[in-house]
């Protein structure tokens, strides 16, 4: 007897990921625009802006730019499993908590992932709203020099 498998989870020691591939692939549809706010460990701020297009069952077109750089468009194909595995988080390193963040795109109710790559890696947070299947609606990321926080200012379909 085969035991049914959960598409949340992606591997031995991994926890379930908050969105499966197909959930990711639904909440695009035929496209979407995120925009994005970065703070930078620097102190510098930007709006970047992240275009999923010519969607299909497989994945989609990623154009990503800065707002202040609009003819720098970097483009490339991802898939909906890549998008999923960016959220694979080790079980042995990762905590799990639930918090509501007050953003400019609303009230949400997000999972919060802290995680790292052992217990003496640096630790990376990441808030995700299990209304909006995807990337996160915030993350944090440590450098050398500081963190490096990018939060999601809206989400509008194609």
Known sequence: MCMPTDAHVLGPGLLPTPFTAAEI???TGSGKTIRLFVESPDGST???INRFRETDAEGATLDRWFTESPDDVLS????W???QEHAAFPIDHTTVTTETLELEIGR???RRYETS?????????????LGHPG???RYEVPLDHGILRTTVLSILPA
């Open 81 to 83: 499993a890549e998008l």
């Open 117 to 129: 790559d052992g217990p003496d890696a640096p630790v990376e947070t990441y808030w995700f709203s």
């Open 135 to 137: 990337m996160p609606m």
């Open 108 to 110: 949400v109710e997000c």
């Open 46 to 48: 930007h709006e970047r």
């Open 76 to 79: 490339s194909r991802v898939t």
């Open 25 to 27: 692939r639904e909440a």
